[in-house]
């Protein structure tokens, strides 16, 4: 049943089909038929078909965009990790062992005669 006044975001949600997150948003934007939880379906379809659609698409947008960001940023700290894992794993190794060269056998030798 169609009504103009619905006393929730639920009810408005069941009664019409659309979404109760769409509504959330129109809040947000300040949309005049969203107050206190209650939602008049004339002034919504008034706002929506003027200038709701758009702010959607822009939240959408943002939203790919703060995603794509995300990603990003993610990538960089694993590339980071990488790295300081493998500096770290350098660092650990013990340095490489001194080969007596028979220069140097020799040189100790004349220095104990």
């Known amino acids: 049943m169609v009504r103009d006044l619905y006393p929730s975001f639920e009810a408005y949600a069941v009664g019409t089909g659309i979404p109760v997150g769409l ?3 129109a809040k947000r934007h300040g949309c ?3 107050h206190s939880n209650q939602v008049e379906m004339g002034l919504f379809l008034r706002w929506w078909y003027g200038k709701g ?3 959607v698409a822009d939240y959408e947008r943002e939203r790919a965009q703060q995603i794509r960001l995300q990603n990003t940023k993610l990538r960089m700290a694993l590339r980071r990790r ?4 493998w500096a770290r794993s350098l660092a650990r190794r013990s340095p490489p062992r001194m080969i ?3 220069l140097r056998s020799t040189t100790a030798q004349s ?3």
């Open 23 to 25: 509504l959330q948003r």
């Open 32 to 34: 005049h038929a969203v």
């Open 53 to 55: 659609r758009e702010l």
């Open 82 to 85: 990488t790295f300081t894992d």
């Open 100 to 102: 007596s060269s028979p």
């Open 111 to 113: 220095k104990e005669k």
